[in-house]
């Protein structure tokens, strides 16, 4: 038995992965959120949206590396983000000009929004494919990794190696300093309140004087930095590919979901929750548990309850029990 | 006395229903007036269309004789035309105090630049809006709500809260749309001092659908009974009461014939 290595295997395969995951998809959740808060719709384009912003972030990146400017051990994709940011703000404000607006001016039901946010997601999609092209794209560079598992067995003598890719520890810290950015400006600025107002009560808020369509432009501006932040991180921890992103929107859609649609706070949590479950479902414990039991009881098979196939049927389960027993989510956001 | 609001022919259709069916009035300015009429006789539709909440199906309004048809809410609101609702509306999740202080919209950190740059300015702004909400509340009696959430008011406590935002600007017009309903007397009677007040040292124009004729009696001067859509009659509370046209639309002819037979 041996508690202190069990420990070490479970950070490294399931606790270190699954936080990244979480932070990635808790910042996808929260551009989803706020949408729906805001602009009362589910985005299904926000997956493509996130595929824009680090597009723009990829061809940046690439361009910089070209010019042989780099952070040194950090990626150079950080320095592009503002310019993802920004290619991305352009696309949505673009779109709610040319698209939203119009339905908006309508008030369209949420359920006319939602196709229509489908048919932008097509348009995104193939914008972004036919940009970059459908294959994967390797933009990441810097340090690979902040503790390598050899280096870790070597300082601590034990037999499980631990590894921390220097992705996981930036998202990790981006992450936690978006969201606090966030929930600043939410809470305690003006527009924050403006936007919270206008999300409480849509015709007060208007005879309040509130205008809408500075609202509305806020709120993609906010969304597109979520997006292509999420974008970026997970493309720097996993691989960039258009298709990715595309799918991407289940596990985003059941976080902001699960957590409670409108409710930002829901949303992180969310994020995590999925995350977690995803991981830890289609993780093999067997290495794990051998360290816990004695030798004699070690098992057999691989202890893994589902294969990584069927990694997105995790969060469609979670979905369903979250929809049937709380509809309104944990954290009781706007009815769905 | 100058007309402040002025609307012309007005009609709302929703579908083959014709809730506003022509509807002609003036609301002079510095008044009181008072909007009465069975149910269903397109009081609070009236409202929604001069309001800015739906778009007339045809018809003007004109608000010192500027055409102000159409025009969306927040745009009427910095022209100085202020409502409220029947049925309360408020932001649940924020307390009165800030719930006050929403109002006016369009403060310098409302944009994306300010809000992180102008601090100093923004700051200063908001102290004088917290003193204004404070004073309000005060104004109301319902100073000791100031940090309690606005969804986990009463509903006359609402009602106030609504009266309230109308007074954290100067407005020009005030539309109420049954500001009394479902208030006790005590509450009532603040809210017709606060009404009466405010109209009378901050020169409001009220417009107000009420259904308690002591409440209207008490306020208004002059009285629009409103019925099927159209403006039926005009006059002090006194004339309304002794107008037959009136007494037909609230209690039908059934009455009258009896009268007339015996």
């Known amino acids: ?336 | 006395m100058t007309t402040v609001i002025r609307v012309e022919d007005l009609h709302r259709h929703f579908g083959g229903f014709h809730a506003v069916d022509g509807a002609t009035l003036e609301i002079a300015d510095g008044s009181i007036t008072g909007l009465v009429g069975p149910n269903g006789a397109g009081k609070t539709t009236l409202f929604n269309v001069v309001a800015g909440a739906l778009p007339p199906t045809s018809g003007r309004v004109f608000m010192d004789g500027e055409d102000i048809t159409g025009l969306p809410p927040h745009e009427l609101f910095h022209e100085g035309l202020l409502r409220t609702f029947q049925i309360a509306h408020e932001f649940p999740s924020m307390t009165c105090r800030e719930n006050l202080m929403m109002v006016p919209g369009s403060q310098s950190g409302e944009t994306l630049w300010n809000a992180w740059i102008g601090r100093g300015r923004i700051a200063q702004e908001e102290r004088a809006l917290l003193k204004k909400a404070d004073e309000v509340l005060d104004f109301l009696t319902v100073s000791h709500l100031k940090d309690e959430k606005a969804g986990n008011l009463s509903g006359g406590q609402k009602k106030l809260l609504e009266l309230g935002r109308t007074m954290m600007v100067d407005a020009k017009v005030v539309f109420l749309d049954e500001v009394g309903a479902g208030v006790n007397r005590t509450l009532l009677n603040t809210i017709g001092d606060a009404i009466k007040r405010l109209n009378e040292e901050r020169g409001y124009t009220f417009c107000m659908i009420e259904h308690d004729m002591d409440f209207i009696g008490r306020l208004c001067d002059p009285v629009i009974v409103m019925a099927e859509g159209k403006v039926l009659a005009e006059g002090s509370i006194d004339q309304i009461k002794s107008n037959d046209a009136v007494i037909e639309a609230y209690l039908g002819t059934g009455l009258k014939n009896k009268e007339t037979a015996s």
């Open chain 1, 1 to 336: 038995m041996d508690f202190l290595n069990a420990f070490v295997a479970l950070s490294n395969f399931v606790l270190i992965p699954a936080i990244a995951y979480g932070s990635q998809l808790a910042l996808g959740a929260l551009g989803v959120t706020l949408i729906y808060g805001i602009l009362r719709f589910s985005n299904f384009a926000h997956g493509d949206t996130m595929a824009f912003g680090t597009m723009v972030a990829i061809l940046f990146t690439w361009w910089f590396q070209s010019m042989g400017i780099s952070l040194g051990p950090l990626p150079t994709a950080l320095l592009a983000i503002p310019f993802g940011i920004a290619g991305a703000a352009a696309l949505l404000l673009l779109t709610d000009r040319v698209v939203y607006r119009f339905y908006r001016a309508q008030k369209a039901k949420p359920v006319i929004l939602v196709i229509v946010s489908m048919g932008v997601m097509f348009i995104y999609n193939g914008l972004t494919r036919v940009v970059l092209g459908p294959d994967d794209q390797r933009f990441a560079d810097g340090e690979r990794f902040l503790i390598g598992a050899l280096d870790f067995r070597r300082m601590t003598g034990l037999e499980e190696g631990l590894a921390i890719k220097s992705t996981q520890a930036i998202t990790l810290v981006t992450a936690i300093i978006v969201v606090a950015l966030l929930f600043w400006f939410l809470t305690y600025t003006r527009t924050g309140k403006s936007m919270r107002a206008y999300s409480d009560n849509e015709d007060l808020a208007l005879l309040s004087g509130i205008n809408p369509e500075r609202v509305v432009m806020v709120t993609w501006l906010i969304v597109a930095a979520l997006a292509t932040i999420a974008g970026v991180l997970y493309g720097l921890d996993k691989s960039y590919k258009p298709f990715t992103y595309f799918q991407l929107l289940l596990p985003v859609f059941a976080s902001a979901i699960v957590g409670g649609l409108g409710s930002p706070l829901g949303a992180i949590a969310g994020g995590f929750i999925i995350a977690f479950s995803e991981v830890g479902i289609v993780y093999a414990w067997k290495r794990v548990v051998a360290h816990m039991v004695p030798e004699a009881w070690e098992p057999e098979g691989l202890l893994q309850l589902l294969s990584t196939d069927y990694k997105f049927a995790v969060s469609f389960v979670i979905l369903v029990i979250v929809l049937l027993f709380r509809p309104t989510g944990l954290f009781r956001g706007k009815a769905v």
